[in-house]
């Protein structure tokens, strides 16, 4: 019976740390609400290459918030060499695009 509680013990943290490695970086749900209503999760995931780059490969480049703002209103494919051009999302509100920058460079920290 003690062989036993120790089998189960010992499963169930292996199965802790593999779903743990799996899982990938959520956004919190009112940024995941604003990049769903946007479509960038149709190219963008948080740590892997879609079409677009991994949010956290952007954090890296250590742009100001405002600076990622410009960028989705206005793409520079020049800074990603290999991937396809981004078009152009000027229609995306102000607001909104501050907010989902500022997610962005949070992903920085991690
Ligand atoms: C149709 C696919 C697609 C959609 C939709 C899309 N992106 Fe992108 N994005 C890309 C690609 C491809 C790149 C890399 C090439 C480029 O920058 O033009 C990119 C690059 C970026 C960059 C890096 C810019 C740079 O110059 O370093 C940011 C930030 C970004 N996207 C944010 C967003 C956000 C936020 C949205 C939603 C409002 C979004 N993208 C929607 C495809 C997309």
Redesign the pocket.
Known sequence: MKKRTQFLFQALILVFFASAANAQLKPPAAIDA??SK???L???KVETRL???A?VE?AK?K?TAEK?VE??YK???E??AG?????A?PN?PKAE?LK??KW?NSLAKK
């Open positions: 604003l990049l946007h479509t960038c149709v190219c963008h079409i677009g780059p949010y952007v480049k742009y990622i960028l989705i793409p520079k494919p800074n990603w991937y396809p051009p981004m078009a999302m995306v695009a989902i920058a962005i």
